[in-house]
């Protein structure tokens, strides 16, 4: 039984900072990155499809992204869906290629960031809590009924605090270099 709710934590804690990090890793930092466009989606052939599936982004330099549509014709489309979405950016179609200056960050917006991945980091922190949390009530049942020892019961809390503290000291470095990035 310990070992069935050791495999369900270690699964679900590492989808919460897998979560957190792609949460992170759209937020605009001022440098060129595709995991910026990670989310966008593109109005073409009758269906809306992530960028991914329609073209290949790269960053050539720290402030440009450049995305190579794999049909040239969805140029357009792309441009009008990196326009319309809220990441605040302007696109220009250069013939066949999709252009993106990345604008610097004022101190204000950067300042902003800083409190949104924050924000982020505690969601992802209280969500490993949350399973930390139904992983021991799962152990304090056992006990209860007889399927595990106390000393079991406490041997396995105490590993299954570790595994949150490390998942914790994990988003609390994902924060940190995002931060940074973001500080410029």
């Known amino acids: 039984m310990i070992p069935e709710l050791m495999k369900e934590l270690k699964k679900r804690i590492s989808k919460s900072v897998q979560s957190t990090s792609h949460q992170m890793a759209v937020i605009r930092t001022g440098k060129a990155s595709p995991a910026l466009l990670d989310n966008l989606r593109v109005e073409c052939w009758g269906d809306r499809l992530p960028l991914k599936q ?6 050539p330099d720290p402030s440009l992204l450049v995305i190579q549509p794999y049909d040239p014709s969805t140029a357009e489309a792309i441009v009008k869906a990196v326009e319309s979405s809220d990441l605040g950016l302007r696109a220009s179609a250069d013939g066949p290629v999709v252009r993106i200056p990345i604008p610097k960050l004022s101190d204000e917006r950067r300042t902003e960031l800083a ?19 139904d992983i021991n009530d799962s152990l304090k049942k056992a006990a209860k009924s007889g399927d595990i020892t106390e000393d079991q019961e406490h041997r396995a809390m105490d590993e299954v605090q570790e595994e949150v503290d490390r998942a914790t000291e994990e988003i609390d470095s994902i924060l940190e270099a995002k931060e940074k990035e973001i500080r410029g």
Do not use: D, F, H, L
């Open 54 to 59: 329609v073209a290949g982004i790269s960053a």
């Open 115 to 133: 409190r949104q991945v924050g924000k982020i980091a505690e969601e992802g922190r209280t969500s490993i809590r949350n399973i930390r949390r």
